[in-house]
């Protein structure tokens, strides 16, 4: 089973990069590895998803190794409002089943 | 409608009693998943299914806890016998497909008293 580890949390302040990198040592060959946000008492909201190498769209780029075994969620010049809890997530795949396990994800806080 | 619904918002019940849970996924959807959340914990894999199929109940926590989703659209989770220890946010999630980012609705805060 595929699991994902993050730190526990972050801190920085508003107008730096941050960059969270998640560990997936076991992940498989078809897996993608996916980030989420949540604010507190709302649900997860998508991020950005990848397979290999970088991607990057309008709210964070998605870097991934040529291995696979980790990536890294960088978020540019953040904001107060970005203070939230980042998941990384890969498909588990066994046999025909495709849960999708949260970790414990990582606490961000922007300060001032 | 646009996103995922859920119902109801907020659910207190006695302990003892059955509830059952909803969810509206995004029309088109293939795939849905029920997640459980505490305070302060990352969402907990219940279940999930692709249409009408249940493809893996592996994270229901006892046979108190079933659900269905008889048409490939709205499931319901229900609870039977609820305990205080099944207090929690309970999330559902829809899918285009299993590959596809999930899209997650509001939740159900449930508070078995």
């Known amino acids: 089973l595929a699991k994902t580890t993050q730190p526990i949390s972050m801190d920085s302040y508003e107008g730096q990069e941050v960059n969270i990198t998640c560990s997936h040592n076991?992940?498989?060959?078809?897996?993608?590895i996916t980030w989420y946000q949540q604010f507190p008492s709302q649900g997860p909201r998508f991020i950005i998803q990848?397979?290999?190498t970088k991607v990057t769209n309008e709210v964070a780029s998605l870097f991934i190794p040529a291995d696979r075994k980790s990536s890294t969620l960088s978020l540019p010049r953040v904001s107060l409002s970005d203070t939230a809890v980042y998941y990384c997530?890969?498909?588990?795949?066994?046999?025909?089943?495709?849960?999708?396990?949260f970790g414990s994800g990582t606490r961000l806080l922007v300060r001032p | 409608g646009a996103g995922v619904s859920q119902s109801p918002r907020y659910k207190v019940t006695k302990r003892g009693q059955d509830v059952a849970l909803r969810c509206d996924p995004i029309?088109?959807?293939?795939?849905l998943y029920w997640y459980r959340q505490a305070l302060g914990q990352g969402p907990e894999f219940l279940t999930y299914?692709?249409?009408?199929?249940?493809?893996?109940k592996s994270g229901l926590p006892n046979d108190r806890f079933s659900a269905e989703r008889p048409e490939g659209s709205i499931s319901t989770l229900t609870i039977q016998r609820t305990e205080q220890r099944d207090s929690a946010m309970y999330r559902c999630?829809?899918?285009?497909?299993?590959?596809?980012?999930?899209?997650f609705g509001n939740g159900t805060r449930l508070t078995v008293t």
């Open positions: 999630a829809s899918s285009r497909q299993g590959d596809s980012p999930l899209h």
């Open positions: 076991n992940i498989a060959t078809n897996d993608y």
């Open positions: 990848g397979y290999k």
């Open positions: 997530l890969v498909g588990d795949r066994l046999e025909s089943s495709y849960k999708l396990i």
């Open positions: 029309s088109g959807h293939v795939s």
């Open positions: 299914f692709n249409y009408e199929a249940q493809q893996d």
